[in-house]
């Protein structure tokens, strides 16, 4: 039920241009919640940012990368959308995406020029060829493509729209979902969306039935795949268990909860922020930074520790995977930069040091190798310094520097410092 200022205890929002319009209720199908994947995860990043897109419906600006993900589906969906081989020529498939493509123009598409979207349709080609090439030999008609189902679970209303679906036989079947973003760290959460979701679908019992002439009690998914086009690079995970997936459903019926309990606090932060199509309504983004407005900086005391302990967990959750992905991205960066350059991407640029240094696996051994060489008191301390000062001294006999780097790990460690470039 809908709550006023009163109930919650807190002054409606301000947004730039005054008041925030009081919430709507959410979506809702016969009672049931519309739910899905990428409302669980908005809500995740920015519940105010949930509720300007899903209950005021208030449209956000096109983004170029989902106008090439969703052209790159397409021609996917193309070529496997055959019953049996032959299958669609690589110039055919090359020509699905092409009529994609050209449905919107660059502005439409989000592109800020049309070179932008010239060297992405170019880049799409090239990405479907290497695709095709990659996984010609293994080419065969799945079970369904671009599967759109709604399931009704716990009051919710969830929609699923799976990629590619094979049958396995005995009511198994492996889910691929395509990415084609950057390559970072996958983590299982949408998979298990289509686990949970997929199992309890009759529908797809009934496919199977008219497909494969198999009566089957369950289906089960027992693999499911990221499959990043651009890199032909598969991530494989088993079907979660029971822990998993109850856990990721918790999750999900704690944000279903703040939804219908119009739960729209703002969660600003420099990446959800960043891409966030609202900040000229929004109250806690203030002169080009993400801001906590003052009805905002004492929440604790009006929420019940059981919601914040929800909410603390969820945030955790999306700090990990964040880290996950900087980590990841750091060692790409790490990988090809030369130490003391600076590189320039569109927005920031990043000056990369790398500072090399010993470790030592065993320091019974360094110190038998240091006795042995009469070196013990050259070290000084039995500090890594200390160590690595004499290992490092040109006066240090050969045997003994050879001994010694027997026991030694060379690391280096990279630090990257990033600035915004002016007026990006
Ligand atoms: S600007 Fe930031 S805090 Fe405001 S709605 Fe967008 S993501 Fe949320």
């Not at 301000?14 to 409302?39: D, I, M, R, V």
């Not at 990043?45 to 208030?58: R, S």
């Not at 679970?153 to 049958?167: F, M, P, Q, S, T």
């Not at 009759?202 to 089957?216: C, F, H, Q, S």
Request: charged fraction near 30%.
């Amino acid at each position: 039920m809908k709550k006023n200022k009163a109930e919650t205890g807190r002054p409606a929002p301000e947004g730039l241009f005054g008041p925030l319009p009081a919430a709507p209720a959410p979506a809702e199908k016969g009672g049931l919640l519309a739910f899905s994947y990428s409302k669980l995860s908005l809500y995740e990043e920015c519940p105010l940012k949930y509720k300007f897109k899903y209950i005021d419906k208030i449209k956000e600006e096109p983004k170029y990368y989902f106008a090439f993900g969703s052209a790159v589906h397409k021609a996917l969906e193309f070529l496997y959308s055959v019953k049996a081989p032959p299958f669609p020529s690589i110039e055919e498939v090359c020509e699905a995406f092409r009529r994609e493509w050209n449905l919107k123009s660059y502005l439409e598409k989000g592109y800020r020029t049309q070179q932008r979207a010239d060297d992405d349709y170019q880049k799409g080609l090239l990405m479907l060829r290497a695709y095709y090439e990659h996984n010609r030999a293994r080419l065969a008609p799945p079970f369904l493509v671009e599967y759109s189902t709604d399931v009704e679970v716990d009051g919710l209303l969830v929609r699923i729209i799976a990629d590619k679906i094979e049958y396995q036989g005995g009511g198994r079947l492996l889910v691929t979902d395509y990415k084609t973003g950057k390559d970072v760290k996958r983590q299982p959460a949408q998979l298990y969306m289509y686990q949970k979701i997929a199992e309890l679908d009759p529908r797809l019992k009934e496919k199977i039935a008219e497909n494969y002439g198999e009566r089957v009690s369950e289906v089960r998914i027992s693999r499911m795949l990221y499959y990043h086009v651009p890199s032909n690079k598969e991530y494989s995970f088993d079907r979660a268990d029971d822990r998993e997936i109850g856990a990721f459903w918790e999750r999900v019926l704690g944000v279903a909860e703040g939804i219908r309990g119009l739960k729209f606090e703002a969660t600003p932060g420099e990446l959800q922020c960043k891409w966030c199509d609202y900040k000229a309504l929004c109250p806690a983004f203030f002169g080009g930074h993400p801001h906590p407005p003052a009805a905002q900086a004492v929440p604790a005391a009006a929420e019940r520790i059981e919601a914040l302990v929800d909410r603390y967990g969820r945030l955790k959750e999306r700090m990990d995977e964040l880290q996950a992905q900087l980590d990841e991205v750091a060692r790409g960066i790490a990988g090809t930069a030369r130490d003391g350059a600076e590189y320039s991407g569109d927005s920031f640029t990043a000056r990369v040091t790398k500072n090399h240094k010993w470790e030592f696996k065993d320091r019974e051994a360094v110190i038998n190798v240091l006795n042995q060489f009469d070196l013990y008191q050259k070290a000084l301390t039995l500090t890594l310094s200390g160590i690595t000062g004499v290992l490092e001294s040109p006066s240090l006999p050969e045997e003994a520097r050879k001994k010694l780097l027997e026991q030694a790990v060379r690391k280096t460690a990279v630090d990257i410092k990033v600035a915004r470039k002016p007026g990006t």
